[in-house]
């Protein structure tokens, strides 16, 4: 079955950098569109990022547009989000997405703090 299961969270100071990861299963990755969404605490899911299947064509939310880089690994079924300059409005779960598959993971939590 689908699995999608983010990785990388943590806690990290404004500023710093920290890279997120999505490793997929259950269905033919590399045909698949993906996307980077966030949810913060007491707010609604936002989209972050997205990947065509080949990688060839990315879009970000403008929140995030010239701090962070969507990117995948077809031979590894895995998907990436680097993330720089953070903000403490990055703070959030973070949530990778297969575009036409209805399912998603448990996330991965980033929190920017001092």
């Known amino acids: 079955q689908v699995q999608l299961v983010e990785s990388g969270g943590g806690l990290v100071q404004p500023g710093g950098s920290l890279r997120l990861s999505c490793a997929a299963s259950?269905?033919?990755?590399?045909?698949?569109?993906m996307r980077w969404y966030r949810q913060a605490p007491g707010k609604e899911r936002e989209f972050v990022a997205s990947?065509?299947?080949?990688?060839?064509?990315?879009n970000y939310g403008s929140n995030v547009k010239g701090r962070f880089t969507i990117s995948r690994d077809n031979a590894k079924n895995t998907m990436f989000l680097q993330m720089n300059s953070l903000k403490i409005e990055d703070t959030a779960v973070y949530y990778c997405?297969?575009?036409?598959?209805?399912?998603w993971g448990t996330g991965t939590l980033v929190t920017v703090s001092h």
């Open positions: 997405s297969a575009t036409g598959i209805a399912y």
């Open positions: 259950g269905f033919t990755f590399s045909n698949v569109p």
């Open positions: 990947i065509s299947s080949k990688g060839g064509t990315t």
